[in-house]
Nanobody, 121 residues
Framework: VQLQASGGGLVQAGGSLRLSCAASGRTFSSYVMGWFRQAPGKEREFVAAINWSGSSTADSVKGRFTISRNNAKNTVYLQMNSLKPEDTAVYYC?????????????????WGQGTLVTVSS
């Protein structure tokens, strides 16, 4: 499985961005898809995950970020609204081949290359 993340960039505080992650593979609909981020000098952290039964988001982005997927396009999205400077990070998409949604990055099998989001104040 190959993952290609895109959509990052520079945005002012309060603005919006939509990240996309295109996946290869014939069984995309069965994957748990997740978004993680890593800010400068910090460890990578969970942002959101989605599978067939629903989605989960981290408390730090709840109400501002929404994860969704289009199985026909093998793509998962992260809509980010009301962005804050503390959202600045490299955002990574990840895939887990089935099972339950999880916030634990070690449980994901495949990772994309990351896309940089910079939020200016």
């Amino acid at each position: 499985v190959q993952l290609q993340a895109s959509g990052g960039g520079l945005v002012q505080a309060g603005g919006s961005l939509r990240l996309s992650c295109a996946a290869s593979g014939r069984t995309f609909s069965s994957y748990v898809m997740g978004w993680f981020r890593q800010a400068p000098g910090k460890e990578r952290e969970f942002v959101a995950a989605i599978n067939w039964s629903g989605s989960s988001t981290a408390d730090s982005v709840k109400g501002r970020f929404t994860i969704s997927r289009n199985n026909a396009k093998n793509t998962v999205y992260l809509q980010m609204n009301s962005l804050k400077p503390e959202d600045t990070a490299v955002y990574y998409c990840a895939a887990k081949t089935g099972g339950l949604r999880t916030k634990t990055e070690d449980e994901y099998d495949y990772w994309g290359q990351g896309t940089l989001v910079t939020v200016s104040s």
